[in-house]
């Protein structure tokens, strides 16, 4: 078994009857607080995947009630975020773009019809950099920006008409 780090954030911080509940619920490996004002509990979880890693502890906070809303990820970034990552200026990867330098087909921002500040995928960008930029940059386990997916259809899955012809995405 491999031990995996990660952190989730929760919908609040628990209650001390809950920090006893926790423990009984599998949760000795986590330590909990706060971090930017939100309610967190880091994991050091030992599992044979990073994925049952995750979905363990979201179903031992479950059962005390708590609510994960996500697994903290690096995965969206602004223009200078990608340009720290990657060595170059804001203005450089704004470039890429808009087409303006380099090859073209930089990944789409999450956000396109947004007035402001665009985010990318990471996930995305970083595969785009190594095949026409040949950078050679890692890429977060993507199975981080998958369990906040899957968290985030599970929160609003009763909420979506037809959620079962949805879900046939994940099978073709």
Known sequence: MTTHVFTIVLDRLPTDVEFEDLFSAGCDDASFGTEGNLPIAEFDREA?????????????????????????????????????RLGQSRESIRRYVTGLRGPGGFPPSVN????????????????????????????????????????????????????PTLSKLLTT
């Open 112 to 163: 396109p019809t947004r007035e402001g500040t665009a985010f990318y995928r990471w996930s995305e960008v970083a595969p785009w950099a190594r095949e026409h930029l040949q950078i050679d940059v890692s890429v977060e386990d993507p199975t981080l920006v998958a369990a906040n997916l899957m968290l985030q259809i599970r929160r609003f899955r009763e909420r979506i008409a037809n959620m």
């Open 48 to 84: 044979s995947s990073l994925a049952e890693a995750i979905v363990s502890a979201v179903h031992s906070l479950e059962a005390v009630g708590l609510s994960p809303v996500r697994v903290v990820d690096q995965d969206l970034l602004t223009l200078a975020d990608i340009g720290a």
